[in-house]
């Protein structure tokens, strides 16, 4: 979806903030998952993954967007969270340098991050120049957010490309379980949900007609 707005500069009215977030706290759970999940799966290709849609936000974004306020806000947003990026560098780099079963993953995630960690290292000192000329401990969303809407210009980042590739999605036979079981899974707490609705609703019939 984000391929398709991006090639033809569609600007949906959405808060694209919730995806963020969600996106970010998916990250975060990787980050404090990594001791189990690494002996079973990649995590890193699916970090890089979550990376490059943050990364075709920061190089694209501005042209489907809906407005210049929500690329403001993506930057406040990763600068808000930097510790999780941070995290995620660091696991990243330390994967990749143990000759472990995940190396070039790993070693690909941390390349990914090189405009995040740009836009981090870049406005952090701005920010807190900016805190301290004004003798503030602490600054408001719209305060920090005037410092990043002053700064773009000195801002460098690298364009990446391929962003807009990715594979299509084909299922597999051993998720055709999981996705049955989860429709079938659905079918029953909505029937369940209509059935308890339904009594409800009888209930309230039998509730007017004996007042009545």
Request: aromatic share 12%; hydrophobic share 40%.
């Amino acid at each position: 979806m984000l391929c398709y707005q991006k090639r033809c500069r569609v600007r949906l009215a959405y808060s694209w903030k919730n995806f963020w977030t969600a996106l970010m706290n998916f990250l975060k759970f990787l980050l404090s998952s990594e001791t189990h999940l690494t002996k079973t799966c990649n995590i890193f290709s699916l970090a890089s993954q979550v990376v490059n849609i943050f990364n075709l936000f920061i190089t694209y974004g501005d042209t489907f967007l809906p407005s210049p306020t929500s690329y403001d806000e993506l930057y406040y947003e990763i600068i808000r969270v930097h510790q999780i990026f941070d995290n995620l560098y660091s696991m990243a780099l330390r994967h990749s340098t143990n000759g472990g079963d995940w190396k070039d993953a790993a070693a690909r995630l941390a390349s990914s991050l090189v405009n995040v960690r740009a836009i981090v290292n870049h406005f952090t000192p701005k920010i807190d120049s900016w805190a301290a000329v004004n003798h503030l401990t602490s600054l408001s969303s719209e305060q920090v957010l005037t410092v990043i809407r002053s700064n773009y210009d000195t801002l460098t980042l690298k364009l990446q490309e391929n962003l807009d590739h990715y594979e299509k999605y084909s299922e597999k036979p051993r998720e055709a379980a999981f996705f049955t079981q989860l429709v079938r899974s659905i079918v029953v707490d909505v029937r369940r949900t209509i059935h308890v609705s339904n009594l409800e609703q009888f209930s309230l019939l039998q509730e007017f007609a004996s007042i009545h």
